[in-house]
Nanobody
Framework: QVQLVESGGGLVQAGGSLSLTCAAS????????LGWYRQAPGNQREWLAS???????TYISRVKGRFTISRDTAKNTIYLLLNGLKPDDTADYYC?????????WGQGTQVTVNS
């Protein structure tokens, strides 16, 4: 059974940083594309960043330079480092593992940024 468990969310002041972790089990993350998404109250879920099976990252423009996606294949874990946080970054953050025939999501971790 595949499980993705996010952690690392919390309350932070504007300008602060958080490091989100997504621990995967039941699947080898090195074989798949990995992504981070977020959903703010009343908004649709938004893609933030991905890292492909070769380890190449891509980002939505509004977080490029502030957020960093990475993976540790030995630990089967995906990371999202959030720097320079703004109140608009307040949302639930989700990790995802996907390919043509699979699509797994974590349960989310909440990030709240105070001004």
């Amino acid at each position: 059974q595949v499980q993705l468990v996010e952690s690392g969310g919390g309350l932070v002041q504007a300008g602060g940083s958080l490091s989100l972790t997504c621990a995967a089990s039941g699947i080898n993350i090195s074989d798949y594309a990995l992504g981070w998404y977020r959903q703010a109250p009343g908004n649709q879920r938004e893609w933030l960043a991905s890292i492909d099976s070769s380890g190449r990252p891509t980002y939505i423009s509004r977080v490029k330079g502030r957020f960093t996606i990475s993976r540790d294949t030995a630990k089967n874990t995906i990371y999202l480092l959030l720097n320079g946080l703004k109140p608009d970054d307040t949302a639930d953050y989700y990790c995802r593992i996907y390919a043509s025939r699979i699509d797994y999501w974590g349960q989310g971790t909440q990030v709240t940024v105070n001004s």
